[in-house]
């Protein structure tokens, strides 16, 4: 049997610092009260920094900031020329790809294949993409003379750390606010970076504020009155309370949310292609992807036979070390969200589904779960209708075309789905059809700067990415 010989990539491409401030007003500042927390390596358990806490001082300090910047200096600015800082900030992150690509892949436990091939090459082109839009705006369809928000408030998940921070702070910049950003508790370090890079592009002081902290600093940034704008990635559970306490203020909101994706595959599907699609899909990102096409509905004359071939593909995944370039499948991003995986899974079981998973070896430290697949799942299993946010994968059998958009519609969220058909009549049929924001044919998991992305339901409102993603900034 063919081995693989371990091929790490190198971590020395980082300079991890033992500590890291807050970024306010272009500088690394000390958190008024001293608060302080550990961001660790999922892989290992191993700390790796200790990050400043900051609290309702820290925030308004911020939000100040930004707002004399905006005042001051970017508001104003004509398009043109932040045009030009969009493009320098574009190609620094190009420049400086691997030692993010290194540190996300530390911080948060991704794979290096990922966070090298995928998020990295995106947020560049994210801001690429922005920057293009800065000096045309009068042409992106929003009226003659669109006007910016202002302070635009902005709260992140851990799942792709720097491409969430790319998808807000692009369009925002862009269209001419300043921005206070919070990154996830679990991921901070590639944000922390980005502060670096902004200082290395000369960026006009307080136009990009980080603040670090957990959902406390999250709820003080969106509830600071000096906030024109706030934009949310993350639980639906938190979304709801950001739309509360926004509620009857003058804010602009705009929530990217959870998912809970069908992955359909008809009989007249490429097998082999399908189930490449149904593993990115599921697989990809240890299935920490708010779009992950999370249930498989397949036909039921070939589930037998995709299911089959799905085994063998996975007996084949490569689970261990993010930072060696053959993994397919890094580790949980933190010890609570491991929990919850479990509990799901264990409630999946408990329910009557079949649980599945390939022989395979975990590592002793850090945060470990095996690709796993429930079959025999009905719609009323927790597994179904939750989302797990993990490498777990339920599977439904369907009938006919009809049969699979009632089950795949069949969910309080709406973000994204996946057809697998040989006939383009049968994918624009279903594409009509299913209540999703993104609509994936005989492909999964693409993303592109020019391609808007959000959801319907409880997925969350508004839209991120391509000529709609600027609306949430602008004045129209
Ligand atoms: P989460 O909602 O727990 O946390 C997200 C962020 O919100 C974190 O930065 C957290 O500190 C902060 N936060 C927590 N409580 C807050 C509060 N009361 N006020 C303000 N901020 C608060 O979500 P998570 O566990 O980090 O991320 C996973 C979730 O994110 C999943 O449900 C996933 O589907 C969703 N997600 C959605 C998209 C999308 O584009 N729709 C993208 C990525 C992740």
Known sequence: MFEYAPAPESRSVVDLKPSYGLFVDGDF????????????????????????????????????????????????????????????IARIIQERSRELAVLESLDNGKPIRESRDVD???????????????????????GANPRPLGVAAQVIPWNFPLLMLAWKIAPALAAGNTVVLKPAETTPLTALLFAEICQQADLPAGVVNIVTGAGDTGRVLVEH?????????????????????VAGTRKKLT??????????????APVDQAVEGIVTGIFFNQGHVCCAGSRLLIQENVADRVLESLK???????????????????????????????????????????RWSPPCELPERGFWFAPTIFTGVTQAHRIAREEIFGPVLSVLTFRTPAEAVEKANNTPYGLSAGIWTDKGSRILWMADRLRAGVVWANTFNKFDPTSPFGGYKESGYGREGGRHGLEGYLNV
Not at 132 to 139: F, N, P, R, T, V
Not at 228 to 244: C, H, M, P, Q
């Open 312 to 354: 063998r593909r996975m007996a084949r995944l490569r689970v261990g070390d993010p930072l060696d370039k053959n993994t397919d499948i890094g580790a949980i991003n933190s010890a609570a969200q491991l929990a919850r995986i479990r509990e799901l899974s264990d409630a999946g079981s408990a329910e009557g589904a079949e």
């Open 120 to 142: 990295l090459p995106l947020v560049a082109a994210h801001f690429f993409y922005y920057a293009g839009w800065a000096d045309k705006l009068e042409h992106a369809g929003f």
């Open 29 to 88: 500042v000390d958190p008024a009260d001293g608060g302080t927390f550990k961001t660790v390596n999922p892989s290992s358990e191993e700390v790796l920094a200790e990050v400043a806490e900051a609290g309702a001082q820290d925030v308004d300090r911020a939000v100040r900031a930004a707002r004399q910047a905006y005042e001051r200096v970017w508001g104003p600015m004509p398009g043109r020329d932040r045009a030009k800082y969009l493009f320098r």
């Open 225 to 245: 009155p000096g906030v024109d704008k706030v934009a949310f990635t993350g639980s639906t559970e938190v979304g709801r309370a950001i739309a509360r306490a």
């Open 255 to 268: 929530l990217e949310l959870g998912g809970k994706a069908a992955n359909i595959v008809f009989d007249d």
